[in-house]
């Protein structure tokens, strides 16, 4: 059980145009998911907090115009980045917060490349 | 608002060889903590979690840790590693009760050799 799954795995854009990031709760329901942004060989950095029917919360420094959350059912939040740039390549990872176990289970992230 | 310290960036270790990975958090309040590894490419994957009771916990893949509240350590250990346990840890905290965020150490970097 408890698992969270991410798509794309990878994705490869141009400069200028938007990627959308989706991320699934497959067993159970989350109200609460997270996305976050990690560089190579450091921690996770959280990005924005997504909660199911209302906007999303963005840490400090991240623009909310760039990075869209949207997190329409509770088992379903998008990330989408508008206009793409290279220094937005990254690997971004889901977690979906299970209210029952107490616990964050995080998909298997997505690696995005700007050109 | 809470953190973690990870003080190993890095612990190497032959196999079959005992280990610990320490962690020490600061919080104001009562937390939850965690073990998750990430392997190359990939997301977390939890490992063992403490929320309350037995202070003792034993995760996946025979690691446990150990909550001790007077030195507000959570640290991970394992009696004998293998080869497929290199990988990075990270330990996180986030306050008990709540549907808070986790807060993530920086991660200990466990490589394991012949």
């Known amino acids: 059980g408890a698992v969270v799954s991410q798509h794309p795995s990878w994705v490869i854009c141009k400069s200028g145009t938007s990627v959308k990031i989706e991320c699934r709760s497959l067993?159970?329901?989350?109200?609460?998911m997270f996305w976050y942004r990690q560089f190579p060989k450091q921690s996770l950095m959280l990005m924005a907090t997504?909660?199911?029917?209302?906007?999303?919360?963005?840490e400090q420094g991240v623009e909310k115009d760039k990075f869209l959350i949207n997190h329409a059912s509770l088992t379903l939040s998008t990330l989408t980045v508008t206009s793409a740039h290279p220094e937005d390549s990254s690997f971004y990872i889901c977690?979906?917060?299970?209210?029952?176990?107490?616990?964050?289970?995080f998909g298997p992230g997505t690696r995005l490349l700007v050109l | 608002a809470q953190s973690v310290t990870q003080l190993d960036s890095q612990v190497p270790v032959f196999e079959e060889a005992p280990v610990e990975l320490r962690c020490n958090y600061s919080s104001s309040v009562s937390v939850y903590l965690f073990w998750y590894v990430q392997y190359p490419n990939q997301g977390l994957q939890l490992l063992l979690k403490?929320?309350?009771?037995?202070?003792l916990v034993k995760g996946i893949n025979g690691f446990e840790a150990e909550f001790n509240k007077s030195q507000t350590s959570f640290h991970l250990r394992k009696p004998s590693v293998h080869i497929s346990d290199t990988a990075e840890y990270f330990c996180a905290v986030s306050e008990a009760g709540t549907a808070s965020k986790l807060t993530f150490g920086t991660g200990t970097r466990l490589q394991v050799t012949l």
């Open positions: 997504s909660n199911e029917g209302s906007k999303a919360t963005y």
């Open positions: 067993d159970f329901q989350a109200t609460t």
């Open positions: 977690s979906a917060r299970d209210v029952i176990q107490e616990t964050q289970y």
């Open positions: 403490y929320l309350s009771g037995s202070t």
